[in-house]
């Protein structure tokens, strides 16, 4: 923070007598104290020197509690945007705010706007008015029957720099023109000081990325001349030398070792030193989440390389989760789950997880391994035992899997993901055939090839507000039913969005999906399309949406289209989204736009830190015999 220094007169002591104190003696008058100092030494029921009844009326008038109002007067020569900022600081720090709408005495409001009145000239000081003087008064106002307390500003004039002065930024050589650029502070400006605290951290901040691990800058010095109304700069610098990265150093290795914290970094030895590569590396490790706290040091070597020591404290490395949940569509729902984030060593997370409800129960493990030989590489894998009773079909299905991908997470939103795995599966599947709808019976064995490619144009992961995102997804597959055939499945999802005002912003999807290669009948009830639901065309029951068997039961279809369109309007912490929503499953290989099923709605959002929490009710359009009139869906994070 910039010293700011003044020339000031020495201050007059007042003369002091000569004479001897004598502690017995009778005390003084005092006649600043509006009360006689009483003698206690009367017992007829009063003190000598009572207050007159006037002065006993005034004194109890100072001590009653009254309320008061604030005004600021004087600024109107300021810059608007200027007053804005001054009365923004003013009113988080002023105790005459905090206490505007509770009674208090006359002391202590005048106390309070002596107070208001010192912040505002210090406030009117960093803005670069050294000689703004602010004079507090306070009046009673019979007609509302409270106190008004005015600050009469007089901001002065705009005190400029005459010089800037940074001894020893010379030492950085070439790199010193770009120092004293991303310092920004010239002669001439404002001696402001915002702009000179927003210029220091710029600095400190290129000094570290431009190689020089072991700078000293020092704090602003500001010496101001109130006869010319100029102020002097200086901040001393001290760059040190360049650097280059050196390796990593690591005492503690219980998490994972240094080739580890390598391949996280950014940054590769010998490559120029960069203070954001370590802040970068700090958050790459907190996001492991198997630490709790991280400190990373350069340490000099005595060449013209700097190791990284790298210090960290574990976090607990085991979570127990449960959920419960109930939806209309699909029953109840309990899942529990037990992970340990480090069990193969180094990031590899093992989760154990069981799900049973009404209509899934499920038994299964997942390996997912983080930065797997490169930085936000993933490989997964996974093994589970599924029943699932729908009213498409019924699956008991055993599968296994294992896949890359680059993932993308909220502190490091990827502009490009994708994925590429193996899944083999063994599934028993009833459904029903024929106008009878009768009941059938059938075991499929499918080894898939599933990849994703996806772009990711938008500013915020679980709530865009401009941008677009474009995905699509390939899985040639393999069936064993009755003889070997073959399919794929393809899906391209594409939505956007558009703000048309600060609190508005108008959001769109759409959704085409395609099986070829394979009639509906051959393919597995469960590796069909099928649409409706929270994350589908809202206001229709999950996957009712499309073609049905005599039962009214749905029978999924190998085509897709979907098309949502929604006005997100936010008002602080909350926002209210009308939506709608349309679509269609079909059994023709190529996606239509015909016969569409139409649903619309209104939804609340709760803006988190994290995210927000989504409650829509939607309700079907053209509603059909068995669809429900009302549907209502729950989840963290926009619809899309």
């Given at each position: 923070m910039a010293r700011a220094q003044e020339q000031t007169p020495a201050a007059q002591s007042p003369s002091a007598g000569t004479g001897t104190l004598d502690p017995s003696s009778p005390l003084d008058e005092m006649p600043d104290i509006g009360v006689d100092w009483p003698d206690l030494s009367r017992d007829d029921g009063q003190t000598a020197g009572a207050p007159v009844p006037e002065r006993a009326q005034q004194a109890t008038e100072i001590a009653a509690e009254q309320r008061y109002s604030l005004a600021v007067e004087g600024l109107d020569d300021l810059a608007p945007d200027d007053v804005m900022?001054?009365?923004?600081?003013?009113?988080?720090?002023?105790?005459?705010k905090a206490g505007e709408n509770k009674p208090a005495n006359v002391?202590?409001?005048d106390r309070r706007a002596r107070e208001?009145?010192?912040?505002?000239?210090?406030?009117l000081r960093a803005d670069g008015y050294y000689s703004a003087s602010v004079e507090p008064v306070v009046a009673a106002d019979a007609a509302r029957q409270q106190i008004i307390v005015t600050l009469d500003v007089r901001p002065g004039d705009v005190y400029t720099l005459q010089t800037v002065d940074l001894p020893g930024l010379d030492a950085a050589g070439e790199k010193s023109e770009g120092l004293r650029d991303a310092f920004g502070v010239k002669p001439g400006a404002p001696a402001d000081a915002d702009d000179i605290?927003?210029?220091?951290?710029?600095?400190?901040?290129?000094?570290?990325?431009?190689?020089?691990?072991?700078?000293?800058?020092?704090?602003p010095e500001l010496i101001v001349d109130h006869e010319t109304r100029t102020a002097r700069l200086k901040m001393d610098v001290e760059p040190g030398e360049a650097k280059?990265?050196?390796?990593?150093?690591?005492?503690?290795?219980?998490?994972?070792?240094?080739?580890?914290?390598?391949?996280?970094?950014?940054?590769?030895?010998?490559?120029?030193?960069?203070?954001?590569?370590?802040?970068?590396?700090?958050r790459a490790l907190i996001a492991t989440g198997l630490v709790s706290s991280v400190r990373i040091e350069a340490v000099p070597t005595g060449e013209d390389v700097v190791d990284i020591a790298v210090a960290v404290e574990p976090a607990p490395p085991r979570t127990?989760?449960?959920?419960?949940?109930?939806?209309?569509?699909?029953?109840?729902r309990a899942e529990l789950s037990w992970q340990h984030r480090n069990l193969i060593r180094p990031e590899g997370a093992v989760t154990f997880r069981g799900v049973a409800g009404t209509q899934e129960q499920l038994i299964g493990a997942s390996l997912r391994r983080s930065n797997f030989r490169a930085r936000d590489q993933v490989l997964t894998a996974q093994a589970s035992l599924a029943n699932i009773n729908r009213d498409a079909y019924d699956a008991r299905t055993f599968s296994v899997g294992a896949g890359i991908e680059r993932q993308t997470n909220i502190i490091w939103q990827k502009t490009w993901t994708?994925?590429?795995?193996?899944?083999?599966?063994?599934?028993?599947e009833r459904d029903t055939v024929g106008q009878e709808a009768a009941p059938r019976r059938r075991t499929f064995l499918i080894g898939a090839l599933p990849g994703m490619l996806a772009y990711d144009?938008?500013?915020?992961?679980l709530n865009p507000q401009r941008g677009f995102r474009l995905s699509g997804r390939l899985s040639p597959e393999l069936s064993l039913q009755s003889g070997v055939f073959g399919y794929a499945r393809a899906q391209i999802d594409a939505s956007a969005y558009q703000p048309v005002s600060e609190r508005v912003v108008v959001a769109g999807r759409v959704r085409l999906g395609t099986i070829l290669g394979a009639g509906r009948d051959r393919i597995a009830p469960s590796r069909r399309f099928y649409a409706g639901g929270g994350g589908s065309v809202r206001g229709y029951g999950y996957q009712d949406i499309g073609p049905v068997d005599p039962n009214g039961d749905p029978i999924g279809g190998r085509s897709l289209t979907e098309f949502s369109l929604e006005a997100r309007v936010r008002v602080g912490d909350f926002g209210i989204v009308p939506f709608v929503d349309a679509g269609n499953i079909y059994t023709s290989p190529l996606p239509r736009a015909n016969d569409l099923r139409y649903g619309a709605g209104i939804g609340a959002r709760y803006y988190t830190s994290f995210g927000p929490i989504r409650v829509d009710v939607g309700t079907p359009l053209n509603r059909r015999s068995g669809d429900p009139r009302i549907a209502v869906y729950v989840s963290l994070g926009q619809a899309f």
């Open positions: 900022r001054l009365r923004q600081r003013f009113d988080a720090l002023s105790t005459l002391a202590q409001i208001d009145a010192e912040l505002m000239a210090q406030l605290v927003k210029g220091e951290d710029a600095l400190r901040a290129r000094i570290g990325a431009d190689g020089f691990p072991f700078a000293q800058v020092s704090e280059r990265f050196g390796t990593i150093r690591m005492a503690d290795r219980r998490i994972f070792g240094p080739r580890h914290v390598m391949r996280i970094a950014r940054f590769e030895t010998g490559q120029p030193y960069d203070a954001r590569m370590i802040e970068d590396l700090r127990v989760a449960a959920e419960a949940g109930y939806g209309t569509g699909q029953g109840i994708w994925s590429a795995g193996v899944e083999l599966l063994a599934s028993d144009g938008t500013d915020d992961l």
